[in-house]
């Protein structure tokens, strides 16, 4: 990838539990060597209608995530630190068991930009 290049991805998350979970938040960062910035991020209060079962909800009002249920977030950005950068996509979701969280990290490298 080049210094200037648009990184576009696009991200799905599926319910494979077998139960509804609820609190869903997935946040896609890039880290490079000037700083860590927000490409984007999703709750389950802005999908309702790609996903959450809007028609069931917790005790506190939250809409559910079903059983084989997706939510996607789609993000595009202009590449702008040279040098190794690292996509950050973080996931947080309550279930009856608690809360529960992960990340997964994509590293690749940005290269100025070459004039033949």
Do not use: C
């Amino acid at each position: 990838m080049s210094l200037g290049e648009t990184i576009k991805t696009h991200v799905i998350l599926s319910n494979t539990s077998q139960q509804p979970v609820i609190g869903v938040k997935m946040m896609i960062e890039v880290q490079g060597p000037n700083g860590r910035y927000r490409l984007g991020e999703l709750s389950n209060r802005q999908v309702s209608s790609s996903g959450m079962d809007v028609d069931r909800e917790d005790e506190e009002g939250e809409p559910e995530l079903a059983v084989d249920g997706e939510v996607g977030l789609d993000v595009d950005s202009e590449m702008k630190d040279v040098g190794l950068n690292i996509l950050i996509i973080s996931v947080a979701w309550e279930t009856a068991e608690g809360r529960k969280t992960f990340q997964r990290f994509l590293k690749f490298n940005v290269r100025s930009y070459q004039l033949d």
